[in-house]
């Protein structure tokens, strides 16, 4: 991590805190880089105890002002408002200034889901008995076959793969931890790949680089990316297009939005409707041919009034 030295009061153990939270290194020096930022925009030496919502809101206005999209603003935020909060769970607080205070509007933007045809065509061309190009082919195959985070296959160790019951034990976000399923051609790449694996003494990662040590994700992007192109994509992959593509697949096929919520690892329903958008038409003619009020009933003569 980043050590920006600070002080505010219980600097360190905040960021103690994020690991014991099971926040990647990755999401805990984006924390340590936003409460930095903070405090040299903000007068010094302004303390937490003397920080108000107006001074927050003059430093969000001076972030726009620099370029900030709106998203990075909406995160900026988030960090400041979870470290004061924890400052006042801690008794160093009587209130948190950053506590109903919103953030920018974000406007929406959805990965784009790749074609299932294109990504069939792609994985189904024969793949040399090479080590790691058997490696990257049980990559991407488990990236888009069970819709893992980047952060989740890097993790992945061999403990956590069932072959023989087709399942995965996947360990999320906050350390959350669900089982998902291997599809067939997950498992197949997995046998292909797991006698060519270099691994050093009590390395236990699934994936490994040439020193025989865990993949990083970084490595996991740039191959992704070379093999996109060596496949002829008329576009640059990313693990996460392979995770979006995986719930946009599944959701337009089986139309159960609760099933793909829990296979992503999602704690809100909401977020999985960002990732699996129906086109309306779709919808209209689940509409039409399930809803017992959509059918159109066959022409009957009026009953007759008694008299």
């Known amino acids: 991590m980043i050590n920006h030295s600070s002080d505010w009061p219980l600097w360190d153990t905040f960021f103690i805190h994020l690991r014991q939270r099971g926040l990647s290194p990755h999401t805990q020096m984006a924390y340590q880089r936003d409460l930095y ?14 920080i108000t ?27 400041w408002r979870t470290y004061f909060a924890y400052l006042q769970q801690q008794k160093q607080l ?3 200034p950053a506590a109903n205070l919103k953030g920018p509007k974000i406007p929406a933007r959805l990965p784009k889901a790749v074609p299932a045809e294109k990504l069939n065509q792609a994985f189904n061309q024969p793949v040399a008995d090479k080590a790691l190009l058997l490696r990257d082919q049980a990559i991407f195959e488990i990236l888009y076959g069970s819709g893992l985070r980047l952060s989740e296959i890097v993790a992945l160790d061999l403990s956590h793969v ?9 360990s999320g976000k906050g350390n959350k931890q669900r089982q998902v399923p291997l599809g ?24 490994t680089n040439q020193r025989g040590t865990r993949l990083s994700g970084r490595q996991i992007q740039n191959r992704l990316n070379q093999w996109s192109i060596t496949h002829e994509s008329d576009r640059h992959l990313s693990p996460h297009m392979l995770r979006h593509s995986f719930a946009s697949h599944l959701l337009q096929n089986a139309h159960d939005i609760r099933a ?11 977020t999985t409707q960002q990732y699996t958008k129906l086109d309306f038409n779709h919808l209209a003619q689940i509409y039409d041919d399930t809803h017992p009020r959509a059918k159109k009933q066959a022409d009957k003569p009026p009953k007759s009034i008694p008299d």
Do not use: C
Not at 185 to 202: C, G, N, V
């Open 37 to 50: 930022q903070l405090q040299q925009i903000l007068p010094t030496p302004l303390q937490p105890v003397d």
């Open 53 to 79: 919502r107006l001074h927050l809101i003059a430093v969000l206005k001076k972030l726009s002002g620099l370029g900030d999209k709106p998203a990075s603003l909406a995160r900026k935020l988030s960090s």
């Open 94 to 96: 009587t209130s948190n």
């Open 162 to 170: 069932m072959l023989d019951e087709h399942w995965l034990h996947v």
């Open 184 to 207: 067939q051609k997950s498992i197949e790449a997995l046998k292909r790949y797991l006698p060519h694996r270099i691994a050093q003494p009590d390395e236990h990662a699934l994936f």
């Open 260 to 270: 793909v919520q829990e296979l992503l690892g999602h704690r809100s329903i909401s």
